[in-house]
């Protein structure tokens, strides 16, 4: 073997890999930043180190507890599932409603000005928070129970199809707005002749889309006392009934997985 | 000639054939009757439904205006919050990536990886954000490291599962070429897989990044640390001008979320 200087005198010209950030100053700067960052969002989190410590004893003993899975009261399982199954479809059902009209509000080719910001500010905020924060204020709006889950997940579906509903909308082919306009055909005529068959296809896309997203949702908006299998989930969690929990776990994955093949089957077939 | 032109004119034009029509009206039988059950089994008491509209309004009543009392705290629990998602998302990338990598057709050693890691990206994306935000929070208390542990496990699938296709697309080519000069497995990651995956990785952080941000803002609520901790506090004392500011507080933070990473999209990709 020739030594190192030896080898740089007869191939001088070694390859390097070039950098991901061709400036220095950027590239230390960037890193330096980072290692600031970390020092500064680990020093001012409250870490609380005793009770940490205890964990991994008590992780034993939750999953000990939790192990095995037990389904011995399968009836409450089975009733938590039936209503989060019936908060999924009837807040699929109200939030593809009414994201029409809102969707239509928050469009900017069909809509004035006004009522677009008003529209889109809508969305903005109904997509902002979290469905477990609405529910929490659902429940202490309307109480406890699958009324505030519907609410709840309602709002929640608005947001989503009516954010996507709108960008379809912009997306539209003019041309069947404008036919109908020669024909002096009304606004609302215009709306149900020429905007909505452009749209339909993608309305039933993402209403089974939105039917998957709520059942997983409904799962935790229960956590905050908004009903369904969260309900459930919570209670069995609050008294220590870790095999219980555990179970309903599980077949809230096993229903999430079956769903999700479910819906994705259907929308290959209407796509 | 005259009499082609009538037979058309009689022609009744219909959108569906007879057995389009039969399906679409098999469908929609089949949604009512779904409604119908859904909305008789459902154990709804039915007058609080129609008070739904004077108790929502009433609370937003009771919201305004908000009060900016709390103002200096709420802006710590904002930072917190930021830090968790922000963290999390980095200490995912961690566990991500080898992941993605034995997930991956073209690049797990055998199949029992490919399943192992098909396993763990499925089990983290099944379970929520806040479900294990309770399990976390059952084994090391409450605090930020359950609401850190929560993102991280959830994040592990989103993030596996979006790597994981990306290197399923990359282009093989290079590899081969790499491993025709005789290149060692790491040489060959670094070399052929790492740059062609890059940019994927960058899109899919910062959009999880983003995602992060807003499931940091509901983990207080099971005690795991973040704004959700000071909202579930003013929520039990009915302190709901305080609520209104932490709300108007969290869409401010969603809406600089959004922008940040919109800037970072642009600059990076």
Known sequence: MASPDREAFTNPRTWKKPPFIANPLVRYGLLVVLAAYLVWAFGSLPFNWERISEGLPRAARIFGGGFPPSLSRVDLLLTGFTESLQIAILATLLGVLLSVPFAVMAARNVAPLPVYLLGRAVIIVSRSFHPVIVAILFVAAVGFGPLAGILTLTLYSIGFVGKLLAEEIEEIDWGQVEAMRSTGAGYLATLFYAVFPQILPRQVGLSMYQLDSNLRASAVVGIVGAGGIGSTLMNAFGRYDYDFAFAILLVIIAVILASEGVSGWVRKKIW | MVDDADLLADRVWRRHNPKEQLIRFGVMLVTLMVVVWAVSDIDIFWPWVWDAPNQISSLGARMWPPDPTRLGEIVDAMIETVHIATLATMLTIFIALPVSYIAAQNTTPNRACLWLGRFILVSSRSVNTIIWALLFVAIFGPGVLAGILAIMFRSVGFIGKLMGEAIEEIDRRPVEAMEATGASKA??????????????????????????????????????GGIGVILQGSIDTFAWPTVATILIAIIALVLVGEAVTGLLRRKVL
């Open chain 2, 187 to 224: 040489k060959v990651i670094a070399y052929a897989v790492v740059p062609q995956v890059m940019p994927a990785f960058f899109a899919i952080v910062i959009l999880r990044w983003d995602i992060n941000i807003r499931e940091s803002t509901v983990l207080g609520l099971v005690g795991a």
